[in-house]
């Protein structure tokens, strides 16, 4: 399924899958009018699972896992990011990680405690398989994305709402989480990963840094 894996999922539709050297990774997406994608990644050798973003959907989302799920990570407190985490613990009993800065809205919004708080350069583990840790402020202040270092092939990048194919995150008008999320992303990914490192967004398809980089200037120009 890698070779023809595109991206391209539509909320009510089959989950995308996608064949890595230690990774399964299904792509899902959900609510028709929010089109969040949810990650299911599951280590090849050992079957742990780790979800990204049980943003919604949770009957959808304990199908594609089985009902086992060793990690739920939320990638930053936006509402449409979490909606289904209560459902989800509820069944899956699993450790919950998200970002230090985002952790206790996540809490309070959700009722389901943070079990893990994480930051820059801390890991993730998918059984045998590592997710490096990239904090990126700005589109919220504790918003993370998860790097795959596939010891056959390029990176894998998952960037929540942080970066799309077309420019980074919201920030909502203000010019200084702009300023933030901008230099960010320019510095701890387009300037620490290669062209070829595919990116999955929390919404819509997916893009290489190679596609995205020649923009970045646009992307500051613009201030959006």
Request: glycine letters at 12%; one cysteine or more.
């Amino acid at each position: 399924m890698g070779l023809t894996y595109t991206g391209d999922v539509t909320p009510g539709g089959p989950a995308a899958v996608r064949e890595l050297a230690g990774l399964t990774v299904s792509k899902l997406a959900v609510d028709p009018q929010m089109a969040n994608n949810c990650y299911l990644l599951r280590c090849r050798e050992t079957g742990a699972q780790v979800l990204i973003d049980a943003a919604d959907d949770s009957p959808a989302l304990l199908e594609l896992t089985g009902g086992e799920i060793d990690t739920v990570v939320t990638t930053h407190q936006h509402w449409d990011h979490h909606r289904a985490l209560a459902d989800v613990f509820a069944v899956t009993r699993p450790q919950v990680a998200a970002g230090a800065p985002d952790a206790d809205a996540i809490t309070e919004a959700t009722g389901v405690q943070v079990t893990r708080r994480v930051g820059d350069g801390d890991v993730v583990k998918v059984g045998k398989v590592d997710l490096e840790v990239i904090a990126v402020a700005g589109h919220t202040p504790g918003s993370i994305c998860l790097l795959y270092r596939d010891p056959e092939g390029h990176p894998h990048l998952w960037t929540g709402d942080s970066l799309f194919p077309g420019g980074v995150g919201a920030t909502f008008g203000d010019a200084d989480a702009f300023a933030t999320l901008i230099d960010q992303v320019e510095s701890k990914i387009f300037g620490t990963l290669p062209d070829e490192t595919w990116f999955y967004p929390g919404h819509g398809g997916d893009s290489t840094l190679g596609a995205e980089r020649p923009h970045l200037t646009e992307w500051r120009a613009r201030g959006w």
